[in-house]
């Protein structure tokens, strides 16, 4: 079942405003429009925009990035651009599956599970690039340059992305975009810590589907999560692109893509 809006509509008490802040910042994961009855909130500095529904006013508190029109708009861009690049690409993947087979004993593809749109879990295509018996489902440890894991098929595969090529097959299956943020192993960790323990803001990142490519990666922040701080780092750049989604923006980064990261040092 879709949500599309919540109202918070509280009987008066003194505490309404504290109980709607934590409401708020509670409901911040859902992908759903947030209301409040105007009542519920005070004081000369509260500036939030206001949305009739039926004849009563609300205060908006939160709103889901993309309307309806402009997620038509991106899954136009992703069907089509995703499809011309399958057709595109096809004989060169051909030729980077019989390399794989021919290098290590194995499937061509990987599976993995992840997370995406709306906190839905997906299974994320890849081409294989570890030895079969070494491969990390989950990801209790992240890949590291030089790690021993890495098929020699798999060191060129990582180092040009090809690797994510398979994603397309994502894209088409409407599980993915061609631009979003990247989506995570169910068990990644940095520093100790499971990825969404460590920023509160990064469950907001399940507010647009998961991407091949971002605005992170091309600002450099890929690879390897060392500390905190590049997880922070990376969502950061995450929050920035949903707040300020457009087709254009999606295109720039596409080619910024191809421009800067097909071949990168932060790749491995």
Request: aromatic letters at 8%.
């Amino acid at each position: 079942m879709k949500i599309h809006g919540i109202i918070i509509a509280l009987s008066p008490a003194p505490e309404n405003e504290k109980q709607i802040a934590d409401l708020s910042w509670r409901l911040r994961g859902v992908l759903a429009d947030v209301f409040a009855k105007p009542s519920l909130i005070h004081g000369p500095d509260v500036v939030l925009p206001v949305q009739s529904i039926g004849s009563m006013p609300f205060l908006v508190l939160q709103r889901r990035p993309l309307n309806e029109w402009q997620r038509l708009l991106k899954k136009t861009i992703d069907m089509t651009i995703g499809l011309i690049a399958v057709l595109v690409l096809l004989l060169p993947a051909v030729v980077v599956a019989v390399a794989i087979k021919m290098d290590s004993p194995g499937p061509i593809l990987f599976r993995q599970p992840r997370l995406g749109f709306n906190n839905r879990q997906f299974m994320v295509f890849k081409f294989r690039s570890m030895y079969t018996d070494a491969s990390d489902i989950l990801s209790v440890k992240q890949t590291s340059r030089d790690d021993p894991r890495v098929t020699r098929v798999g060191k060129w595969l990582r180092k040009l992305s090809i690797d994510e090529i398979p994603q397309l097959l994502n894209v088409l299956r409407g599980e993915m975009s061609l631009v979003g943020p990247r989506p995570h192993a169910l068990q990644t960790r940095v520093e100790g810590e499971l990825l969404n323990d460590v920023t509160a803001e990064y469950i907001m990142r399940f507010h647009v589907k998961p991407g091949i490519t971002g605005w992170a990666q091309v600002n450099g922040a890929r690879g390897e999560l060392r500390t905190t701080d590049d997880l922070r780092k990376r969502v950061s750049y995450d929050l920035e692109y949903i707040q300020n989604w457009s087709a254009w923006f999606d295109l720039k980064i596409m080619a910024l893509t191809a421009i800067r990261e097909i071949v990168s040092r932060n790749a491995f």
